[in-house]
């Protein structure tokens, strides 16, 4: 059952709200955690020879990718209190990522994730969370002042598995939504996670009509309405774009992407580059999204500019999967541009 929260009026009242605070910062809600990469491809976890370690965890990528960018972020969420957990916590703050909202467990450790990757770069995992201290982030834990500053505040579904994250989750939105925040979400399914298909469904569903934006890719669709088909428009309208919604985006790797508003849709192809590993892209695409509509909430309402917009966050994912590892891959604004130079607009 979907959670009730009270909507702001406009775009323009919400950004009345933060007048005198950052109004350009993005707050990142959710799960950080140790990434092993394997240092060659096309080999299982147990044979494979060797491992890069690798800081990891969507909402995290999502915070480090807008500040790589030049953009203002922030990440709120709980890490183990070990040597992984302070790493990651310093990993923030080298990056230029406020971590005034990282809190330390003492009783759990940082979650590890093992990734064996295929010989086209695309990923499967291995989680160790029994629990992790991200799942143990109680809501009197909260960084208020940080939520009530963001511009817009981003999380997954990761965050919504298990208690007490789950209402500190929910706690998280009510908050920022109160304070004016534009509410960006990406599910980010890792049903492996989840203790059914069926939760992971209805889990994932409860908190959807919250949301002013969300990115999706085409694996997401066929989970969600059942549908095979996930190329339909009208599946997506139908099933997915809710009342609320001002930005709905379905990522196709290398393809590219497809926007819906309601006023517009259409698709923006993506930037071809020779994929190493595919951890993080994804991530990165979403921080050059969110970096854009941070500076310009106009993105929702001009076509053209919300296609510029989205082939600049292509290109931001195209970079990041000709490295290895999500955090180390990510790229800076320069890179980017570079990359976009480089190939005629789509």
Known sequence: MAED????????????????ANDLLVVCFGEMLIDFVPTVCGVSLAEAPSFKTAPGGAPANVAVGISRL??????????????????????LKQNKVDNSGVRFDSTARTALAFITLRDD???EFLFFRHPSADMLLQESELDINLLEQARIFHYGSISLISEPCRSSHI??????????????YDPNLRLALWPSAEAAREGIMS????????????????FLTGCDDHTDDKVVLDKLFHPNLKLLIVTEGAKGCRYYTKEFKGRVLGVKVKAVDTTGAGDAFVGGI????????????????L???????????????????????????????????????G
């Open 207 to 222: 908190i959807w009509d919250q949301a002013d934006v969300i990115k999706i890719s085409e694996e997401e669709i066929t």
């Open 171 to 184: 706690a998280a939105m009510r908050i920022a939504k109160k304070s004016g925040s534009i509410l960006s």
């Open 290 to 305: 969110l970096s854009k509509l941070a500076s310009n909430l106009n993105l929702f309402e001009d076509e053209k500019l």
């Open 307 to 345: 296609r510029e917009a989205l082939r600049f966050a292509n290109a931001c994912g195209a970079v990041t999967v000709t490295e290895r590892g999500a955090i180390p891959a990510l790229p800076a604004k320069e890179a980017v541009l570079k990359l976009l130079g480089k190939v005629p607009p």
């Open 121 to 123: 770069g695309e990923r």
């Open 70 to 91: 030049g953009g203002s972020s922030a990440f709120i969420g709980k890490l183990g209190d070990d040597d992984f957990g302070h790493m990651l916590s310093d990993i």
């Open 5 to 20: 929260y009270a909507p702001c009026d406009s775009i323009n009242d919400s950004l009345n709200m933060k007048e005198g």
